[in-house]
């Protein structure tokens, strides 16, 4: 799991990496925090259709 964790982050720097790039080639540098914002928000959507779509776990009684 360390090293899953760890692709993760390298795979987000890498990311943030390109678009930041992109950003800066294609508009101006008062738009990356538009852009950076967008990040967050589609990872917000994602925990929240996540919840949505689970079903609760029955736990056993002790």
Same mark, same amino acid.
């Given at each position: 799991m360390l090293s899953l964790n760890a692709s993760a982050l390298?795979?987000?720097v890498a990311l943030g990496a390109v678009v930041g790039g992109a950003v800066? &080639?294609?508009g101006a540098p008062a738009d990356l925090g538009l852009v950076a914002a967008i990040f967050p928000i589609i990872g917000l959507g994602i925990?929240?259709?996540g919840?949505?779509?689970? &079903?609760?776990?029955?736990?056993?009684?002790e």
């Open positions: 390298y795979l987000g800066l &080639r294609y925990v929240v259709a919840r949505r779509a689970a &079903r609760p776990v029955e736990m056993p009684a």
